[in-house]
T-cell receptor
């Protein structure tokens, strides 16, 4: 089975702190994604990566950055956390040829971040 | 960009059919998906339909696609309490999936 593991299920941080959210997948997938999930807003794409060291902005990249140094690992970084970044963060991966997304996304269980 | 809309809540009784609706704006999407999120978990793919199909049936699940109206629906027959979850519609765009707002299905005994 494909496994996408997010290192932290629950985090509480203070405003201004730097936050790292880690995601690891074990199926040699090319594409990896970071979404945030908020009630009534669904899932919104923050960043995605289709290859090592490659990254693309999603729909809401402001206040976030990402790192993909190894194929299996995709990190989301909040340089200076703010209260409006309190949310559920979901990592996903997929195996696709090229850049078109036509197949299944495999999701981690999510990281619930609270910024005080 | 692509916009995908769903109603937020649906409540049904156990044994009834549930119908979850979704509308989207990009008619060029080749694949359309339904994902399920159980409490405390990530999303899992439930089913999908290719854009040249009108209907797809998979056991208790029926997906209907009306391309003209850009409307997708998921019907769950004989709904069980274990079907209580959030259901997300998603459409394939260039380089990414665009998700709807999610419909929370509550099944009462």
């Amino acid at each position: 089975d494909v496994k996408v593991t997010q290192s932290s299920r629950y985090l509480v941080k203070r405003t201004g702190e730097k936050v790292f959210l880690e995601c690891v997948q074990d199926m040699d997938h090319e594409n990896m994604f970071w979404y945030r999930q908020d009630p009534g807003l669904g899932l919104r794409l923050i960043y995605f990566s289709y290859d090592v060291k490659m990254k693309e902005k999603g729909d809401i990249p402001e206040g976030y950055s990402v790192s993909r140094e190894k194929k299996e690992r995709f990190s989301l970084i909040l340089e200076s956390a703010s209260t409006n970044q309190t949310s559920m963060y979901l990592c996903a991966s997929s195996l696709e040829v090229g850049l078109a997304v036509t197949g299944e996304l495999f999701f981690g269980e999510g990281s619930r971040l609270t910024v005080l | 960009g692509e916009d995908v809309e769903q109603s937020l809540f649906l409540s049904v009784r156990e044994g009834d059919s549930s119908v979850i609706n979704c509308t989207y704006t990009d008619s060029s999407s080749t694949y359309l998906y339904w994902y399920k999120q159980e409490p405390g978990a990530g999303l899992q793919l439930l089913t999908y339909i290719f854009s040249n199909m009108d209907m797809k049936q998979d056991q208790r699940l029926t997906v209907l696609l009306n391309k003209k109206d850009k409307h997708l629906s998921l019907r769950i027959a004989d709904t069980q309490t274990g079907d209580s979850a959030i259901y997300f519609c998603a459409v394939a765009g260039f380089q990414k999936l665009v998700f709807g707002t999610g419909t929370r299905l509550l099944v009462s005994p």
